[in-house]
């Protein structure tokens, strides 16, 4: 199976984290992350300009078809283990608010501290795991 490519701010501290957590969450096998810059021409293939690309999620499915926005989120969460707020935009009624708040949200997200996220067991590549405990294959 073909991976979906999710398209990532790589200088948006928020998105970094988030993408360390989607790819940890055993979720790699069905992602790859590709930073934006340097890939905008790709993006414009899809109509998507550098400003959209750097505002919004975008995903290309493995299908071909480009999600962006709160669709892109949900399938990027989608059997994610751990624990996102964002798995409630999923929920009746919720799933309309979340479509109207996203891009509130994606406009300002660096306003908002990274740590609001969980942090990732490994970032910027130093693990928080303890040696003993890693899981080596």
């Known amino acids: 199976m073909d991976k979906h490519t999710?398209?990532?701010d790589a200088e948006c501290p928020i998105c970094i984290r988030e993408?360390?957590?989607i790819l940890e969450d055993n979720r790699a096998e069905y992602f790859k992350a590709v930073a934006i810059q340097?890939?905008?021409e790709t993006l414009k293939q899809y109509?998507?300009?550098?400003e959209d690309a750097l505002t919004y999620l975008h995903i290309l499915r493995n299908d071909g078809v480009m999600l962006g926005k709160m669709p892109a989120v949900r399938l990027?969460?989608?059997?994610?283990?751990?624990f996102a707020l964002v798995k409630l935009a999923n929920l009746p009624l919720l799933d309309r608010l979340?479509?109207?708040?996203?891009?509130?949200f994606a406009r300002n997200r660096y306003?908002?501290?990274a740590w609001l996220l969980p942090r990732p067991q490994c970032e910027n590549g130093v693990c928080r795991i303890k040696?003993?405990?890693r899981n080596l294959k």
Do not use: Q
């Open 38 to 40: 340097g890939n905008e």
């Open 76 to 82: 990027m969460y989608r059997g994610f283990k751990g």
């Open 6 to 8: 999710i398209f990532y």
């Open 47 to 50: 109509g998507i300009t550098a």
């Open 98 to 104: 979340a479509d109207l708040i996203y891009p509130w």
């Open 19 to 21: 993408i360390a957590l």
């Open 131 to 133: 040696p003993l405990e």
């Open 111 to 113: 306003r908002f501290p």
